[in-house]
């Protein structure tokens, strides 16, 4: 987060000097361009380290095509799609909350950053009851993981070798794993920025702390729209 | 970049409607799609899809429809490009290697 | 540092400056002045830079006679590995980025600080934590693994840290993640009126370009090793053949850093040599566009090619021609910066300051290490000469003679600027003399011992290449000498040096157009620049017209 806790030490009212300036920026659009372009860029590095997963994923995919369809057809995708449109929620909530900072309507920014973290948190919640239910079939890597006699979609009589649905499921843990993980620390974000925003540190005219969480919160919410179909919408048709 | 000026970002309440609304049918649609027998297409249906929607995130949600500069842009544009480039020539090994 | 000694007679007093305007601990471990975070680089990167030193001398002591007597074959594996650790995570890549560079692209610029200071903080603590790790590590029992971590033997196999050093070289990731996430806000966005893309100094073109490796590079190194993490911990896998999976998958995610990383290494001390070269021909660097634009082609190009380092590991021979390939293109743009330094030493006012010496050695080492890396790119030689002491001795000239000559050399140009003081000019020669003589003869016995046949990494080796080793580890021992100089009259002239003018060198740029060493908001006034880089003719001309004082 490049310096969101660098910013706001009172409320500005921006005739003489805006104290949320910095004093090694020449103007406030300077400061603000600055932070939307590191954010960017470190959304690029988090794009990269995403890809090596990708990368991965799109190697063993091809190989054990089988095995992933078979594997991927465990999960939910009701639970998928419900996951997704929560996340879209969110990010509605993210623009709503930026909208409304940017008129002035602070009990639409307290209630949007509010429904914000509700989404987070009812994501995070439907993950966790998908998490159980890997532990409770044995879906989880590692020396317990059982994934025996289960057919190759498609191919009734043929068994997928577990070996190759564990890698499957590696990666599915992984990938949500650290997806999760980014919305925790979305979630940690978006406390701060309700919070702040409570006090009244955001003005219509300085609210770059808001717009740069969103654009974080928004890349954890693409990020999903690419899990989702690539775990578990693999080979559904019958 | 026809409606606002490119130093308001802000899109009107309406776009902001329109994009959730059409984001939340690219999820039906795509499991939908998952559903009926595409053969091959099945993948690249769905990973069409999602890039619609990660685009319209992008363009809409994130503003970068009205950045005012290119450099957003280059800044995106660059970086998927060397995805592609991790993706592409590791699979320049491994579409051509025999492995088991 | 620079305490206000006692100055001599007749001189006025010290005015502000970045060194002098706080003192104690806590305003240097609290700064975000971008030039104390340098110094404070400076000296956690010279801690390393002996820490990996040290391993390598034992190496070399090792290898001075055929068996293997001084060190157990276990030992030598941790010590090839910690010293190739430590030297390109602790040292190489935050070298010159994290120094120089850290005190030069605002100053260069015209900006008051990078873009974001604090963060800049943050990254130096992330490296001081990542060096932490690396030393407990290091300290209670060591890496084996080469610093490679090559699967599955880092994975299923060693019974070494493997789990901590990936931590130190992950959390050392971010830290250049963020030093080069900050370079590119900063370039982009705090450059002073007038300062144009085409009137920037080709130092910030080169670290420009380096940013853009570490921003799009480190990322994929550091999913590689949680992916190795993981593995080690639960073993599910992923890079296991008996479960399905690939080693190679490793191989691919870890060259795609890591060959890049070469460059993050070698394009700042590019960018170190041209600002000398320019200062000490007094000329304008021939072909501005070609060389700033031959560092992000670098920076681009070195993407495309990490296979190479895999021609023998079992990847298709498909993919081997194709990498192989695009390998030979690295060397255009390498050859662009060659050919334009030669073309601006060519009728030069050529003087043989210590910094013109390092940036002499420098282009001589890095052309025979480049053109070395071609006969490697090459399939067929490849074959022959993997995991040969020729690959080890065309590594080393690059990133020792190139990024390492760079680094020094740009440590003495700047020096003046840093302290306040001058270095002693006349040992300084000595040292970079003894610093090329010592390389020269440390690796290039290495090239013929690869090329006849001495595999690298053994500890011991048959007696008929006895003669080429002995010469190696003499020219280490010279080495040796040749990096304590510098180190030892650095140290000497913050006390005892002759205080700099602004100026020492009448040379081109921004940054020495402010006191040495510069205020803390660098400039006193905002520059305006409307001059174009390296405006040595113009800037001789006016010397000739009115005399400069001091």
């Known amino acids: ?238 | 970049m026809s409606d606002h000026s490119s130093s308001e970002h802000s899109s009107s309440l309406g776009t902001y409607i329109a994009v959730w609304l059409a984001l939340i049918a690219g999820t039906i649609l795509t499991v939908v799609a998952a559903h009926i027998n595409l053969g091959p297409f099945n993948a690249a249906v769905a990973l069409t899809i999602a890039t619609v929607k990660a685009l319209l995130v992008a363009l809409f949600f994130m503003h970068l429809r009205g950045a005012s500069e290119k450099l957003l842009k280059l800044v995106v544009i660059s970086t998927i490009f060397f995805l592609f480039i991790l993706l592409a020539l590791s699979m320049a090994d491994y579409g051509t290697r025999v492995w088991s | 540092m620079a305490t206000a000694t006692a100055q001599p007679a007749g001189q006025t007093i010290e005015r502000e400056n970045y060194l002098n305007k706080h003192y104690g601990v806590g305003s240097w471990l609290l700064t975000t002045d971008h030039k104390r975070i340098a110094l404070l680089y400076l000296i956690s990167l010279t801690f390393f830079f002996f820490i990996g030193g040290f391993f390598a001398l034992l190496i070399r002591l090792e290898l001075l006679t055929p068996a293997g007597d001084l060190v157990q074959a276990d030992t030598y594996n941790k010590l090839f590995t910690q010293h190739g650790m430590v030297m390109i995570f602790f040292f190489l890549i935050p070298s010159i980025p994290a120094t120089l560079g850290n005190f030069l692209v605002p100053m260069m610029i015209g900006a008051k600080d990078l873009a974001f200071p604090r963060i800049n903080l943050l990254s130096w603590y992330l490296y001081i934590i990542g060096g932490v790790l690396m030393l407990h590590c290091m300290l209670t029992g060591g890496v084996d693994t080469g610093w490679t971590f090559y699967v599955p033997f880092s994975t299923a196999y060693t019974n070494t840290k493997i789990i901590e050093a990936g931590l130190a070289a992950f959390v050392a990731g971010f830290s250049s993640i963020l030093t080069g996430l900050n370079f590119i806000v900063t370039i982009h966005r705090m450059r002073a009126p007038g300062m144009t893309w085409s009137r920037l100094p080709l130092f910030i073109w080169a670290h420009y370009a380096t940013s853009i490796i570490q921003i799009l590079g480190t990322p994929v190194i550091a999913i590689t090793i949680v992916l190795v993490a993981v593995e080690r911990f639960l073993h599910l896998g992923i890079f296991d053949p008996k479960l399905g999976g690939d080693p190679l998958l490793f191989q691919h995610l870890f060259w795609f850093y890591s060959h890049p990383a070469v460059y993050i290494m070698i394009l700042p001390s590019m960018g170190v040599v041209t600002e000398i070269i320019a200062c000490f021909s007094r000329k304008r660097i021939f072909g501005y566009h070609f060389v700033a634009m031959s560092s992000i082609a670098i920076a681009v190009l070195g993407f495309l090619v990490w296979a190479h380092h895999m021609f023998v590991a079992g990847i298709s021979l498909y993919a081997g021609l194709i990498f192989s390939f695009l390998t030979y293109f690295v060397a255009v743009p390498s050859a662009i910066k060659v050919f334009n330094w030669t073309a601006t030493l060519y009728k030069g006012s050529i003087t043989y300051e210590a910094p013109m010496l390092y940036a002499f050695g420098f282009i001589g080492l890095f052309t025979i290490g480049g053109l070395t890396g071609l006969f490697l790119a090459c399939l067929g030689i490849n074959v022959h000469v993997t995991d040969t002491y020729f690959v080890v001795a065309h590594f080393h000239y690059i990133m020792v003679g190139g990024a390492l000559m760079g680094y020094l050399g740009g440590m003495h140009f700047w020096w003046p600027k840093i302290s306040g003081k001058l270095y002693p000019e006349g040992w300084a020669r000595l040292a970079a003399l003894i610093v090329f003589i010592g390389f020269n003869l440390t690796f290039f016995p290495q090239f013929i011992l690869g090329y006849v046949g001495m595999p690298r990494r053994y500890y011991a080796y048959p007696a008929e290449f006895q003669i080429l080793n002995v010469l190696s580890t003499a020219g280490s021992t010279v080495l040796g000498i040749g990096y304590l100089l510098p180190m030892i009259y650095f140290l000497w002239s913050m006390r005892y040096g002759k205080p700099a003018p602004d100026n020492p060198w009448n040379a081109a740029g921004l940054e020495w157009k402010t006191a040495s060493p510069p205020p803390t908001f660098n400039f006193d006034e905002e520059p305006v620049v409307t001059w174009e880089a390296y405006n040595y003719e113009q800037l001789d001309e006016h010397e000739q017209e009115v005399p400069v004082a001091g």
């Open chain 1, 1 to 238: 987060m490049p310096d969101s806790s660098a910013v706001a030490v009172g409320q500005s009212h921006g005739e003489t000097h805006n104290p949320a300036l910095l004093h090694h920026f020449a103007t406030e659009q300077q400061q603000r361009d600055s932070a939307s372009l590191g954010m960017w860029i470190f959304l690029g590095t988090e794009v990269m380290f995403f890809g090596g997963l990708f990368c991965a994923y799109l190697i063993y995919r091809l190989k054990y095509f089988g095995e992933f369809a078979a594997a991927s057809q465990t999960l939910s995708w009701q639970l998928g799609m419900t996951n997704t449109i929560v996340l879209i929620c969110s990010s509605l909530t993210v623009v709503l909350a930026i909208w409304a900072v940017q008129r002035g309507k602070r009990a639409l920014l307290l209630s949007s950053l509010i429904l914000t973290l509700i989404f987070g948190f009812a994501f995070l919640g439907i993950k966790s009851i998908e998490y159980a239910e890997k532990f409770e079939k044995h879906h989880v890597p590692g020396p317990s993981f059982q994934f025996a006699n289960v057919p190759l979609p498609g191919h009734p009589g043929e068994m997928a070798n577990p070996a190759h649905a564990q890698l499957y499921f590696s990666l599915y843990f992984i990938m949500t794993g650290l997806h999760a993980l980014h919305m925790i620390i979305g979630i940690g974000i978006f406390a701060w920025l309700l919070y702040a925003s409570w006090h009244g540190r955001f003005t219509t005219e300085y609210n770059t702390p808001l717009e740069i969480g969103g654009l974080y919160w928004h890349f954890v919410d693409i990020i999903w729209i690419y899990l989702f179909p690539l775990l578990y919408l693999i080979d559904l048709r019958k």
